[in-house]
C-alpha cells in the first residue's frame, strides 16, 4: 500500500483461518446486525439472501441483501462447515433484529424448503419468491402441474429494436 493512499491490502487466508476460531459469533453478529439496522434509512421491498462455505469447512456465512441498493440488510455466521448456510440462513429468519414485514425474499434453491416458506411468510410476515430447479423433483413437477395452464406473465416482441 502507498503512503496516504486511501486504499487498504484485503485480508489473506492466514487471517481468517486465525481469526474464525476465536470470534463470538453471535457477539459479532449482534454488533454488525445492530449497525447496519441503525444505518439504514428504510427497509428495502426486496431482499434476498445467499450464503457461502468458507474454505476448508471453517464455517459458512450468508448475508441478508438489498437487492436494489446491493448492500447487506443483515448476516448470520457459524463455525458448522458442511450444511452451515442452511443453518445460517434459518438463523437470520429467525433473527428479531432482521425486520422482514411487508419485503419480498429473494433465495436460491437451496433455500427452498417448506420451513424456511412457513417461517417468512407465516411467522415473519413476507413473501417468498421460491427457486425450484429439478435437485427437488417432486416440488418441481408440482409447479409443472399447477402452472401448466397458466398464461406466461411476459411476452417476448417481435418488435424490432430501437435504435
Known amino acids: ?6 486504499f487498504y491490502p484485503a485480508p489473506g487466508y492466514t487471517l481468517y483461518r486465525e481469526l474464525l476460531p476465536r470470534l463470538d459469533l453471535d457477539a459479532f453478529e449482534k454488533a454488525l446486525n445492530g449497525w447496519l439496522g441503525q444505518h439504514r434509512g428504510q427497509l428495502p421491498s426486496t431482499l434476498a439472501f445467499d450464503g457461502k462455505c468458507i474454505r476448508e469447512n471453517l464455517g459458512a456465512i ?7 441498493e446491493g448492500v447487506p440488510v443483515a448476516v448470520a455466521a457459524t463455525t458448522v462447515g458442511k450444511g452451515g448456510e442452511v443453518a445460517c440462513a434459518r438463523k437470520l429468519l429467525q433473527s428479531d433484529q432482521v425486520a422482514l414485514e411487508n419485503t419480498t425474499l429473494i433465495a436460491d434453491s437451496l433455500h427452498t424448503n417448506a420451513t424456511n416458506a412457513h417461517l417468512i411468510v407465516s411467522v415473519r410476515g413476507a413473501n ?3 427457486a425450484i430447479k429439478d435437485n427437488q423433483p417432486t416440488l ?8 401448466a395452464d397458466t398464461p406466461p406473465l411476459f411476452r417476448v416482441s417481435n418488435l424490432p429494436m430501437a435504435s
Do not use: F, P
Open 1 to 6: 500500500m502507498r503512503k496516504n493512499s486511501r
Open 62 to 68: 450468508v448475508t441478508l441483501l438489498d437487492v436494489e
Open 128 to 130: 417468498y419468491i421460491a
Open 140 to 147: 418441481h413437477q408440482l409447479a409443472q402441474k399447477q402452472l
